[in-house]
């Protein structure tokens, strides 16, 4: 096996494990998503902010969204989101296990799995952000910490696509 096969092979099975993480957060959004809508709502509206850190909250809560159907759409557009970048992942691996046996250009599937993998960094960034202007970090340490955890993979994989000897 060369060089060129093992990088590639490792890029294949990295991208393969971010798009079947993302799976199965899509699939739950769509078999219950009473658990993710709910968080959603529940971060909007500071709910364990105001709960925990009565003082803090008063202090932002002009930030607050109370408007259900707003909260309904903010979990919409993640789930599309989500939804969108899993689908070109999975368009990616097809791509790069083909790319493994000399079927499709490498740097092509290489392509379609930088602009999934970056879309799946961007998801995170993007909890990252409004999570800071929501104070998720105050209330949710462990689900900030998860988005700065999947941020990192997703950085990570981009860097070893953009690997090639």
């Known amino acids: 096996m060369t060089m060129d096969t093992v990088i590639l092979l490792a890029q294949t099975l990295m991208t393969t494990s971010l798009a079947g993480w993302l799976l199965f ?31 803090d909250y008063a202090r932002v809560s002009y930030r607050e969204i109370k408007n259900p159907a707003i909260h309904r759409a903010v979990f919409l557009v993640i789930v599309a989101a989500e939804t969108l970048v899993c689908t070109v992942l999975f368009v990616a691996i097809v ?14 599937a290489r392509t379609i799995a930088l602009i999934g993998v970056l879309g799946f960094t961007l998801i995170w960034a993007a909890f990252l952000v409004f999570g800071n202007w929501f104070l998720l970090w105050m209330c949710h340490e462990w689900a900030q910490n998860s988005h700065f955890q999947l941020l990192l993979w997703g950085i990570a994989t981009m860097v070893l696509l953009a690997v090639s000897t």
Do not use: C, H, I, Q
């Open 95 to 108: 791509m790069m296990f083909r790319a493994l046996f000399g079927l499709v250009d490498p740097d092509s």
């Open 25 to 55: 957060g899509v699939l739950d959004n769509y078999l219950t998503p009473s658990l993710n809508r709910g968080f959603v709502g529940s971060v909007l509206t500071f709910e364990r902010l105001k709960d925990m850190y009565p003082e």
